[in-house]
């Protein structure tokens, strides 16, 4: 029997070829020559997996190739406006937890792993907080888990649970540690720490917290003011060909845009706010040219 030591290896192995493989289908070769290289650091190497089964591995939910250059600025014509682009497939934001490689096999109940959230998870839930997986802990993030349709469902604390707390702890009040400055005008406050945005003007809530997915290590999302200055409701980004619906500049080329995967994935974009299209176009509705933005935290790479 294949002992757990090196089945771990073997997966550690197929996921870093994969994590290798372009996304979207293009070779290395037919990106230009200005794009930039990603770090070749990071979870997307092997440490996290999705928690389904390998060869259903959605490699274009592991990266997000987003805009890193200034856009070309352009009035978009009323039939361009006119045009909504197209829904998220009905499975994109399923909650999919980011797993231990062996939990990710499909017969396992309960993680015997610790989880790299075990200590923040286990103090949201108001476990004993030691960093290391018990079977009280392990029973008590499933129930948590189940609750809020995270799948799946084995109790170990990964990023989509942790994102999933900050969520569910910030809709009563968001700004609760007064981080974002209250302003007498629209303030769109992007909190990398939580990875939680949300809109106020002055202490009212105009925009509720929602989920995000900022800037990866090397790629980060600028932290400071920012203003919107250019918005494109179906803009493609002009390096990577990829879509970036409802975007809305506003700090060169880093948006707030909606994209058609899973925005828990361990690994950032390349600096924009990515959330989910329906939140991104609940934002469109919300923000406008001119509209102030405010940055601040560190995005925690998994």
């Known amino acids: 029997m294949i002992s757990r030591r090196i089945a771990r290896r073997s997966v550690a192995v197929l996921l870093a070829g994969a994590a290798m493989l372009p996304v979207g289908g293009a070779s290395a070769d037919s990106l230009d020559s200005a794009d930039p ?23 274009s939910q592991m990266d997000t190739p987003d805009q ?11 039939q361009e406006d006119a045009v909504e682009p197209r829904d998220a497939p009905e499975e994109a934001y399923d909650l999919v937890e980011y797993v231990d490689p062996m939990d990710s096999f499909g017969d396992v109940t309960c993680s015997e792993e610790d989880g790299l959230r075990q200590r ?3 103090r949201w839930l108001k476990r004993p907080v030691d960093g290391e997986q018990s079977t009280g802990d392990c029973r008590a993030i499933r129930t948590f888990q189940k609750k809020h ?31 974002c400055p209250v302003r007498k005008y629209r303030v769109a406050c992007v909190d990398l720490d939580r990875q939680l945005a949300w809109v106020q003007h002055n202490k009212r809530i105009v925009f509720p917290p929602v989920p995000i997915r900022s800037g990866r290590e090397g790629y980060g999302t600028r932290t400071g003011w920012h203003t919107v200055y250019w918005r494109h409701k179906n803009h493609v980004s002009t390096l990577y060909k990829s879509p970036m619906p409802y975007s809305q500049f506003f700090s060169g080329g880093q ?23 329906r939140d991104a176009r609940k934002l469109w509705g919300v923000l406008k040219k001119g509209d102030r933005v405010y940055v601040w935290g560190y995005r925690r790479e998994e």
């Open 37 to 59: 290289v990603p770090p070749t650091f990071g979870p997307q190497a092997a440490r996290l997996v999705p928690g389904i089964p390998l060869t259903l591995l959605p490699l």
């Open 255 to 277: 948006a707030f845009h909606g994209v058609y995967g899973n925005i828990f994935t361990p690994i950032g974009s390349r600096g924009c706010v990515n959330m989910t299209l």
């Open 149 to 179: 349709g995270i799948k799946p469902a084995v109790g170990y604390a990964g990023p989509t649970t942790w994102a999933t707390m900050q969520l569910v702890s910030a809709r009563k009040n968001p700004n609760a540690d007064k981080k």
């Open 68 to 78: 890193a250059l200034t856009p070309k600025v352009y009035k978009p014509s009323r």
């Open 120 to 122: 923040e998870v286990e």
